[in-house]
Nanobody, 116 residues
């Protein structure tokens, strides 16, 4: 019913920037309860990076606050994660998540590698 497609991952140098995109099909992003970005680094558990509710409220993990920005484009039905001042510890597979009340949807993930 709801399908998520991530894109924008890649290799960047420390201090660089990258913008991830999550395009949603099957439902308007404005009808979803919330959307977010999770990440899972090597040898680590999956953690929440950023979320945005249907009303536009945002929340960030302390580790990314001030560096990452989650936003959305209704015309493209897409949610973005702008990542600035990237650090090696940001290296992870980033997953797009969508919540619809009790239902949860996930993309397949996109790899972000921060290395010199």
């Amino acid at each position: 019913q709801v399908h998520l497609m991530e894109s924008g991952g890649g290799l960047v140098r420390p201090g660089g920037s990258l913008r991830l995109s999550c395009t949603v099909s099957g439902r308007s992003i404005y009808t979803l309860t919330a959307m977010g970005w999770y990440r899972q680094g090597p040898g680590k558990q999956r953690e929440l990076a950023a979320t945005i509710t249907s009303g536009g409220s945002t929340n960030y993990a302390d580790s990314v606050k001030g560096r990452f920005t989650i936003s959305r484009d209704g015309a493209k039905n897409t949610v973005y994660l702008q990542m600035n001042s990237l650090k090696p510890e940001d290296t992870a597979v980033y997953y797009c998540n969508a919540d619809l009340f009790l239902d949860h949807y996930w993309g397949v993930g996109t790899q972000v590698t921060v290395s010199s």
